[in-house]
């Protein structure tokens, strides 16, 4: 366990359901992050929230949209996905952008 | 061009032997991570380093800036060792190399 967990570990949706992603992290980081690692392929950031503020959105499709209620918290709800979204979903939380980065075990997302 | 290059993408080595992986950057940074990620998925970071060298247990990152080049060793490889292995440079953002998908074989 690293201190960011996810859940669910695996999800299995199809490309008109509606699901949602969920990050918590309680080391006290200030900054979360949403990344997206498709097979063989290095990883994409998504999303940056730095104090709850949205600093980054990586120009992700607004199929995508992710949510951050507190320091503790982010989301990433998933509406009307394509088969091409399936991939591991990882969050990661850091204090302040330039020190180490702390990863949760991600989501195994599979859109059929 | 991926702004993060690893070599090499593939490595296979024997219990015990001494690893070396590579990662060159073409971009301005303030920092480089190194990160092991297991079949699982799950990320771990093993170094966040923005010059010289670190050491942590079998494990030592070396960073050259002036020739934007860093190096992740693995001395007395281990079995448990295998893992993908993945460079990013912090610049504006993080770039992430490819990886290295190591293989230690008993």
């Known amino acids: 366990e690293t201190g960011v967990t996810q859940t669910p570990r695996h999800l299995v949706m199809g490309m008109t359901n509606k699901k949602s992603l969920k990050c918590e992290q309680h080391?006290?980081?200030?900054?979360m992050y949403w990344y997206k690692q498709s097979a063989k392929k290095p990883l994409e950031l998504m999303f940056v929230?730095?104090?709850?503020?949205?600093?980054e959105n990586n120009s992700v499709p607004s199929r995508f949209s992710p949510e951050c209620p507190n320091s503790s918290h982010l989301f990433l709800h998933l509406h009307t996905l394509q088969p091409e979204d399936s991939a591991l979903y990882l969050c990661?939380?850091?204090?302040?952008?330039?020190?180490?980065?702390?990863f949760g075990s991600g989501t195994r997302l599979t859109v059929v | 061009k991926n702004e993060v290059e690893q070599s090499p993408q593939n490595l296979t080595a024997q219990e015990g032997e001494f690893i070396t992986i590579n990662c060159s950057y073409s971009?301005?940074?303030?920092?480089l991570h190194w990160l092991q990620q297991h079949p699982g998925g799950g990320i771990v970071s093993l170094f966040m380093?923005?010059?010289g060298k670190k050491k942590h247990g079998r494990l030592i990152a070396t960073i050259n800036i002036q020739e934007k080049h860093s190096s992740l060793h693995i001395t007395a490889s281990h079995p448990r060792d295998s893992a993908v292995y993945i460079c990013?440079?912090?610049?504006?953002?993080?770039?992430f190399g490819a990886g290295t998908r190591l293989t230690v074989k008993p």
């Open positions: 990661a939380s850091s204090q302040d952008r330039d020190r180490r980065y702390t």
């Open positions: 080391l006290g980081h200030n900054a």
């Open positions: 929230y730095n104090f709850k503020e949205q600093t």
């Open positions: 971009v301005g940074i303030s920092a």
């Open positions: 380093l923005s010059s």
């Open positions: 990013a440079a912090r610049a504006d953002d993080m770039r």
